[in-house]
């Protein structure tokens, strides 16, 4: 397996996506496996204190969990984890929508244009980077109208960790073409007030999301026990 790289300063933010990737990718830890504080702080060169922050945060993401007495292990990053994740994403995002349409006014719509248009450029360049940010971008200012901040956190919680899997499994390029078409969809619905639109969209573009990205996992798949045998599968 994959070692980690050991930096030679790593911040709090370092340590915590470092421990992501490596978990998602499953270098070293997969599912069950145990995170130590001290054999973590060993390799991270660090405290206990960063550590302690960083499983803390991968806990709230739900990516392990911690007994008390037995410590801190390594959650299934499986289908069922993604799709769960991606479906209290949609029916909270599709609430926020929905608060945006009502609270939406001409500033605010302006500002949402300009974030589209500037998704709009990376996808036309071609830059995945930028456009997934500008996506994330344009997302958060439609939460910002919102104003629900116990569900914005919710969602907060969870974008480092969905932004790993998708650097995992890939983004597929034609999924640019549907996420454009979704985000001038949703600038419609708002301009016209209309928030039961902004709600079905918001719903469909998750959902979307939801279905590609697990089916980029069926994809990655490591090959069953069959498949992998020496002499392969049986002719008929």
Partial sequence: MHKLDKPTQASETDITDRLRDAIINRQEFDAGAPLRIDALATR????????????????????????????ARVVSVDETFVGELLDIRMLIESYLARRAAERMTPERLAQLETLRARHEEAVGRGDAAVALAANRDFHAAIHQVAANRDAGLILDRHWRLIRALWKRYGYQADRFAGVVADHRLLLAAFAAGDGESAAAVTAAHTARAKLVLLSRMRENAPPSAADAHPLGRRHE
């Fill in 44 to 71: 991270f060169g660090v405290s206990h204190m960063p550590i302690r922050a960083a499983l803390q945060r991968l806990e709230s993401e739900g990516l392990i969990v911690a007994q008390p007495n037995k410590g």
